[in-house]
């Protein structure tokens, strides 16, 4: 996945740009994004403070390695498996 050029805080801040009044069309603008890409970011980040966007990333990465993990898990399961059903 493609990695933002904007951080956290920065999404944050155009989205309180946004909730102070200001028209949405006039803060893309500014900021260079689509309506599209506001609207994700406000379905994934509004209502939360800065400490709360860093918590879901560091849940979203630790979330990440665990299914990595479990699925290196299943595999040597499945490989211990068909290795243990062959007739020798």
């Known amino acids: 996945m493609r990695k933002s050029r904007f951080s956290e805080e920065q999404i944050i801040s155009i989205l309180r740009e946004q909730e102070s009044g200001q028209a949405t069309k006039d803060v893309c603008r500014r900021h260079g994004i689509s309506a599209a890409t506001f609207y994700k970011w406000k379905a994934k980040f509004g209502g939360m403070d800065v400490s709360d966007a860093k918590r879901l990333k560091a849940l ?17 399961v499945a490989i211990l498996k068909d290795v243990n059903s062959r007739k020798w």
Do not use: Q, V
């Open 60 to 76: 979203e990465d630790e979330n990440a390695k665990l299914k990595k993990l479990l699925a290196e898990t299943m595999l040597d």
